[in-house]
T-cell receptor, first 113, second 119 residues
Framework: AQSVTQLGSHVSVSEGALVLLRCNYS??????LFWYVQYPNQGLQLLLK??????LVKGINGFEAEFKKSETSFHLTKPSAHMSDAAEYFC???????????FGQGTRLTINP | ETGVTQTPRHLVMGMTNKKSLKCEQH?????MYWYKQSAKKPLELMFV???????ENNSVPSRFSPECPNSSHLFLHLHTLQPEDSALYLC??????????????????FGPGTRLTVL
């Protein structure tokens, strides 16, 4: 069965610093990969997704992620953190043709002024 | 209205009450989902409906009863809930199709959620 591991349930960075949120998945074939963001008391919003083609994908709010098949990873990065980036981030995978997403446990990102 | 809407946004109910959560999607999708999100726990998939048929029920207690009357609407009927059922309930929708078919990546669009408190 698919599984998703997000390393670090809580990440704290300074404003202007690099953001790196880690995601590893287990799959024998390349899946579809997603990053979602959740602000307090709101639903999940899609940040970016990888389906096929270029392995470096760009999303909203300056985030990007790189699919590395050899490492079964899909880490999320942003060069310079902003206070408004404080939120919970979820990595998710979907097998091709599958009906559902499998989510990681989430990483809470805190931005220090 | 656009996207996925959920009503009510907040709900407080006693353990003997009966209430319903409503979800509506305006995206032309054909699959809808209910998730439960509790504090300090991973997102839990409860139910999946595809083409208005329930295709997944993840061992959810019978006090939660879903209903999908058409591809745009999804309900979650609640009765005799327990305090541990207090959580954020999220609805999502997606386009469900054959692998490789345009839009069949199972990208899910979420509503804002209903914050449920059971007293």
């Amino acid at each position: 069965a698919q599984s998703v591991t997000q390393l670090g349930s809580h990440v704290s960075v300074s404003e202007g610093a690099l953001v790196l949120l880690r995601c590893n998945y287990s799959s024998s074939v390349p899946p579809y990969l997603f990053w979602y963001v959740q602000y307090p008391n709101q639903g999940l919003q899609l940040l970016l997704k990888y389906t096929t083609g270029a392995t470096l994908v760009k999303g909203i709010n300056g985030f990007e992620a790189e699919f590395k098949k050899s490492e079964t990873s899909f880490h999320l990065t942003k060069p310079s953190a902003h206070m408004s980036d404080a939120a919970e981030y979820f990595c998710a995978v979907s097998e091709r043709g599958a009906q559902k997403l499998v989510f990681g446990q989430g990483t809470r990102l805190t931005i220090n002024p | 209205e656009t996207g996925v809407t959920q009503t009510p946004r907040h709900l407080v109910m006693g353990m003997t009450n009966k209430k319903s959560l409503k979800c509506e999607q305006h995206l032309g999708h054909n699959a809808m989902y209910w998730y439960k999100q509790s504090a300090k726990k991973p997102l839990e998939l409860m139910f999946v409906y595809s083409l208005e048929e329930r295709v997944e029920n993840n061992s959810v207690p019978s006090r939660f009863s879903p209903e999908c009357p058409n591809s745009s609407h999804l309900f979650l009927h609640l009765h005799t809930l327990q305090p541990e059922d207090s959580a954020l309930y999220l609805c999502a929708s997606s386009h469900s199709g054959l692998a490789g078919e345009r839009g069949s990546y199972n990208e899910q669009f979420f509503g804002p959620g209903t914050r449920l408190t059971v007293l």
